[in-house]
Every structure is written in C-alpha cells, then in structure tokens.
T-cell receptor, first 116, second 117 residues
C-alpha cells in the first residue's frame, strides 16, 4: 500500500496570507489527524477528521481549520498567517478506531511551512 | 491534564550497546495505551512499539522492548544491539483522553538518540 502523502512538502508564505495543506491517507483509512511540530512547543495535536466530520480538536485558534472529503483526503487551512505558524505540519492516517483504542497512526513526511 | 515527560534531551551511545530512554506520564485513566515513535532525520514518524496498560507483560518488537511500570507511571524504551540506523528523535506518546474518546496523541519533548560508530 502507498503511504501517507502530503503536499506541498515545502512552502514559504508571508504574514497575513493564508495557506492550504493537503494530506492523502493510506487507502482504506478513514481517519486523518493533523499535528504541528515546532522546536519550542514540540508536537501538538491540531484536529482529527473521521468520515468527513471533525471528531476531535486540539487547543489552537480558529485560524486553523480543516476538512475531509468523501475519499478521506484531508486539507488544513491556516488563515492570517503569523510568524509563529512556521512549523512542520504532520498528517497521520489510521483506520478510525482512534488513538484511545491503541490504534497505530501512520504519519506522512510533513509539510514544512515558513512564514516570513 | 495529561502530561508526558522525557527527561533526557539527548543521548549518545556506541554501536551495539544497549540504551534505555525514559518516559513518565500522568493520567487518571485506568486502561490506556502508550506508544514510542521514532523520527529519523527524514522527519517521517514511525511507530516503534505500543503497550496496553492492562497487560502486565512488557511489549517487545525485535531489538526494542519496554519497561512498563503502571504504578510508577513509567514507560521506558530499551534498544538492544543499537545500530547506526537507530539514530533519531524518539517520542513517547499517550492518547489525550477526554469524554468517550481521545483527542489525538500527547507527545513528550523527545530524546535525540545518537548512535556512534
């Protein structure tokens, strides 16, 4: 099976702009989770989508949003970019039972976003 | 709030040695799962090993094993016969339980493990 793919891999934006990142999960997986990784805060959970519905959400401002399509592909959007949004954004796919049930999450290679 | 603490920011060992990475966590849950993930320089996170809290037997996966002490809320990772390819960041992770499910994973700050030739 093909792994989790994320596009684009690298992105440079300026403050105030918005950005959309894409994630294609492993075939058959219905859950997609998004994480932000920064040197200061480490890895932080953004949100999880399952069957086109947001199932869980982390503690991030409303500028961070996402959606999931019927083919389980997911996009996340960040509006009004700030310098602090510079990070590696990781997407993880799983079959849908949830991390709480011990389910393995399969991570993509990430999208590195630089905000200038 | 659930927390995951990794107290060793960086460790360095010689190839073929055994190394143990420590992790402690805090939770009020009784049954839960714990994970170790590895992030090599390529940045791709990979599951190393998983432990279910109600299972008393420590999980093992080839050269990787855990020492799970539920009462002490400790979950250390032992890597035997370390190899150069084990060089990576290692993250301890715990589901963020809330209500009837889990809000993703809470990760520790990570331990940068360097295997020297």
């Amino acid at each position: 099976k093909a792994g989790v793919t994320q596009t684009p891999r690298y992105l440079i934006k300026t403050r105030g702009q918005q950005v959309t990142l894409s994630c294609s999960p492993i075939s058959g997986h219905r859950s997609v989770s998004w994480y932000q990784q920064t040197p200061g805060q480490g890895l932080q959970f953004l949100f999880e989508y399952f069957s086109e519905t947001q199932r869980n959400k982390g503690n991030f401002p409303g500028r961070f949003s996402g959606r999931q399509f019927s083919n389980s592909r997911s996009e996340m959007n960040v509006s009004t970019l700030e310098l602090g949004d510079s990070a590696l954004y990781l997407c993880a796919s799983s079959s849908g039972q949830g991390a709480g049930e011990g389910e393995t999450q399969y991570f993509g290679p990430g999208t590195r976003l630089l905000v200038l | 709030a659930q927390t995951v603490t990794q107290s060793q920011p960086e460790m360095s060992v010689q190839e073929a040695e055994t190394v143990t990475l420590s992790c402690t966590y805090d939770t009020s849950e009784n049954n839960y799962y714990l994970f170790w993930y590895k992030q090599p320089p390529s940045r791709q996170m990979i599951l190393v090993i998983r432990q279910e809290a109600y299972k008393q037997q420590n999980a093992t996966e080839n050269r990787f094993s855990v020492n799970f002490q539920k009462a002490a809320k400790s979950f250390s990772l032992k890597i035997s016969d370390s190899q150069l390819g084990d060089t990576a960041m290692y993250f301890c992770a715990f589901p963020t339980y809330s209500g009837g499910g889990a809000d993703g994973l809470t990760f520790g700050k990570g331990t940068h493990l360097i295997i020297q030739p």
